[in-house]
Nanobody, 128 residues
């Protein structure tokens, strides 16, 4: 059974940083695409970042709104994915979820419809 557990959320001031973690179990981590999504109250869930191994190396995808500020990475030895978030803005406030899907099945790495396995989420609040 695929299990995904997020951690690292919290309250941070604008301009600050947080690192989210997604601990995965129940599947071969290196053969899955992993991603981060977020959902603010009253808004649709949106893709933030994704990572998958293609041709022996990682391919990463970032939403335009976070390019230059967020970095996605993974540690296959620890079965953990990370999202380093820098220069945080109030509009980054949301519940952040990680998701997983076997590599090769994704039509769009940043679309929620591409994923069948989800974590419970971790709250990120950016406020002074």
């Amino acid at each position: 059974e695929v299990q995904l557990v997020e951690s690292g959320g919290g309250l941070v001031q604008p301009g600050g940083s947080l690192r989210l973690s997604c601990a995965a179990s129940g599947f071969t981590f290196s053969t899955y695409a992993m991603s981060w999504f977020r959902q603010a109250p009253g808004k649709e869930r949106e893709g933030v970042a994704a990572i998958e191994t293609i041709g022996g190396g990682p391919a990463t995808y970032l939403a335009g709104s976070v390019k230059g500020r967020f970095t996605i990475s993974q540690d296959n030895a620890k079965n953990t994915m990370y999202l380093q978030m820098d220069s945080l803005k109030p509009e980054d406030t949301a519940m952040y979820y990680c998701a997983a899907e076997p590599t090769g099945r994704l039509l769009n790495p940043l679309s929620p419809a591409s994923y069948n396995s989800w974590g419970q989420g971790t709250q990120v609040t950016v406020s002074s």
